[in-house]
């Protein structure tokens, strides 16, 4: 019996839940001109070594390599509709395969339009590059 008073006691104070509110990445943009939003940005990765720089399991040769480039991420509130916009060129160095060097694009935009309990949103992605995204993909 102590055990049903003590459930209903603690049930009665429970509250109904709600979703949390999501911030806007917005808010935390380096720049602001009109509607448009933007932080711009520099990015550098794969700093090291390739140890097999044509992708080849019998005669594999190694160089070094960095990719660098600017960046932008982008937000555009008109009215309702939410544009959120991320766009990177990088250049790809290999210091003796003059041949492998490249320049690489990635480009993603995205529609949002935050109803009162839905937010229907597209989006798509472009890549233009030859690094490759990993070992597992060739």
């Known amino acids: 019996m102590r055990v049903i008073v003590l459930v209903s006691a603690l049930a009665g104070l429970t509250t109904a839940a709600q979703a949390q509110e999501q911030p806007n990445p917005s808010e935390g943009a380096r720049f602001q001109w009109g509607a448009l939003r933007f932080t711009p940005g520099i990015s550098v990765s794969n700093v090291g070594v390739d140890n097999n720089v044509f992708n080849d399991p019998d005669h594999q040769v190694s160089d070094t390599t960095t990719a660098l480039g600017p960046?932008?991420?982008?937000?555009?509130?008109?009215?309702?509709?939410?544009?959120?916009?991320?766009?990177?060129?990088?250049?790809?160095?290999?210091?003796?395969?003059?041949?492998?060097?490249?320049?690489?694009?990635?480009?993603?935009?995205?529609?949002?339009?935050?109803?009162?309990?839905?937010?229907?949103?597209?989006?798509?992605?472009?890549?233009?590059?030859?690094?490759?995204?990993?070992?597992?993909?060739?």
């Open 71 to 138: 960046a932008v991420d982008v937000w555009v509130n008109a009215g309702r509709l939410r544009v959120t916009g991320k766009s990177g060129a990088q250049y790809l160095y290999f210091k003796n395969y003059e041949s492998q060097r490249s320049w690489n694009t990635a480009d993603e935009l995205k529609f949002e339009l935050p109803l009162s309990r839905l937010k229907p949103f597209a989006g798509g992605a472009y890549v233009n590059t030859r690094l490759r995204p990993g070992f597992e993909i060739d």
